[in-house]
């Protein structure tokens, strides 16, 4: 059994919720959660109660973000080599530019 632990609010989190998704889903899901710069747990916390996900930019984000922009490119080589484009690309490259936005808004103190 895993441990106890508290959320920032000082409450217990002790029910589980789980669901399935599509390998494509997940990785989706992975995707928006390593450049977020939090848990899944917290993420998956965050959108269910449909609160704004704040990215605090940090080393971790910032190789997410490197990682997954280095994944876009890898596709857009692909495209240019006469495939198509997926929704799931377009989906990607607008997450990472509303979180690279945000970080500067937040770095500018706009």
Request: hydrophobic share 35%; with cysteine; proline share 2%.
């Amino acid at each position: 059994m895993s441990a106890k632990n508290l959320d920032r609010h000082n409450r217990w989190r002790s029910k589980t919720i789980a669901f399935r998704m599509s390998p494509q889903e997940a990785d989706v899901l992975d995707s928006n959660v390593r450049i977020s710069g939090l848990t899944k747990q917290d993420y998956l916390c965050a959108r269910a109660l449909q609160q704004q996900i704040t990215v605090v930019g940090n080393p971790r984000v910032y190789k997410a973000l490197r990682n997954e922009l280095a994944a876009v490119l890898d596709e857009l080589k692909r495209i240019e080599a006469g495939a198509g484009v997926h929704d799931d690309l377009l989906d990607r490259i607008e997450q990472i530019n509303t979180t690279l936005y945000g970080m500067k808004e937040r770095k500018d103190g706009i």
